[in-house]
């Protein structure tokens, strides 16, 4: 089955309360970041990289694009220190994230972890547990939530995805903070791409499928042993297996143990959501980054004979059929076609509306240390 892209369409006060709060007005400054200045001396290359599902397949782009006029909207904060621009911080983001889906904070004057989940909590988010989650990241602060973005290799190629749609209960915002910026040219860009669209370029036969039918998310965990990824025992945070089942049953996952100590769980839900702020239809899903097929493409699993039903992750149609492989590869290639992305600098902040906007992780080498927060507010 051969799918064309359907065409991008490209269209597209109140007086402060406090002194503490003119103070911090007065003090933290915004300046709108050009493209030009978010532009990575040479774009990444997408078509036929290492590690990447589908870059060897039809309609896929040959580099990451670059940050466009608006998106991500991008500033540089003018403060002296993070008490005084915290205020003033969190309302530009009241004000600018409804409107431009992810935000990129330059130039904030943050150097740890500490810092990082200090600034989240301060700017009103409410961190969110990664209980149930599906790739490896540590938990640094428990009490604001702050994890690693990824603890995957740097060889691989995170697929875009929004966080957790393969659940019921996701975060709706995502806060990336870079401790540790990589290299020039060595790539670990979090690229970007607008779920409306990727919406508007899919083919239209490939969304009243799914429209119809519904993803299936099926997880695979397996007891924890020599060699286990994602034993089910660090899913769930627990060795009680009552716990882990608690935890399905009120997510309204089915379930069942088989025989070897595996945990299989799964459930249906839908590929796209209307938005609760604009009210907009957005595409919603990890079709392809839970798919088995970009666990195949991973560093672990090179030349790995095991079968499909047994990675970590796997999506079909809600009705439990497969999904084709060229729907994927057309999933993929537009995805990839609309997403940009930027070079990351020492103390910056993403903040990304998880219902509006998928993320992605570019491979890397050398050092690279971004953090995480998941927001459910």
């Known amino acids: 089955m051969k799918l064309r892209p359907s065409r991008l369409n490209t269209t597209a006060t109140c007086s402060l309360a406090t002194k503490a709060q003119e103070l911090d007005s007065a003090s933290a400054q915004f300046t709108t970041l ?30 990451l694009s670059p940050p466009s006029e608006t998106f991500p909207h991008a500033v540089r904060v003018e403060t002296h220190s993070v008490d005084d621009c915290v205020v003033s911080c969190r309302r530009y983001l009241q004000e600018n994230l409804p409107q431009y889906g992810a935000v990129l ?30 790739v490896e990241r540590e938990e640094l602060d428990k009490t604001s939530g702050t994890y690693t973005a990824s603890d995957e290799p740097p060889q691989a190629v995170i697929e875009h ?32 791409v607008k779920s409306t ?12 499928t799914f429209a119809d039918k519904k993803v299936r998310y099926v997880r695979y965990a397996p007891p924890r ?58 595409w919603f ?13 991973m560093p672990r699993f090179k030349d790995s004979d095991l079968p499909n039903h047994h990675y970590s992750c796997q999506t079909y149609y809600g009705d439990g059929s497969e999904i084709e492989p060229a729907v994927l590869q057309h999933i993929r290639a537009i995805t990839w076609s609309c997403a ?24 890397f080498t050398g050092p690279r240390r971004i953090l995480a927060m998941l927001s459910e507010n």
């Open 285 to 297: 899903n990890q079709i392809q980054s839970h798919h088995a097929s970009h666990l195949q493409g």
């Open 34 to 63: 050009t493209p030009a200045e978010l532009q990575p001396n040479t774009p990444s290359r997408l078509a036929g990289k290492e590690f990447l599902p589908g870059s060897t397949g039809d309609g896929f782009p040959k580099v």
């Open 161 to 192: 995805h929004n966080e957790m749609a393969y659940s019921p209960v996701y975060p709706s915002k995502l806060l990336f903070f870079c401790q540790q910026e990589p290299g020039e040219d060595c790539g670990g860009e979090t690229p970007l």
């Open 340 to 363: 940009v992305g930027f070079p990351w600098r020492n103390g910056d902040v993403l903040v990304v509306d998880n219902l509006a906007v998928q993320h992605a992780r570019m491979s």
């Open 225 to 282: 042993g020599p060699g286990a990824y994602l034993p089910w025992q660090d899913v769930f945070m627990t060795e009680d297996p009552k716990t882990a089942e608690h935890f399905l049953q009120q997510k309204g996952f089915s379930f069942k143990w088989e025989p070897s100590g595996a945990l299989v769980y799964w459930q249906v839900l839908p590929a796209f959501l209307k938005h609760p702020e604009t009210g907009k239809t957005v």
């Open 197 to 208: 669209d990727i919406l508007s370029r899919l083919n239209p036969r490939v969304l009243q």
């Open 105 to 134: 904070l330059r130039n904030l004057p943050l150097k740890t972890a500490a810092d990082f989940s200090s600034l989240s909590q301060r700017l009103g988010y409410k961190g969110m547990t990664y209980q149930g989650g599906a």
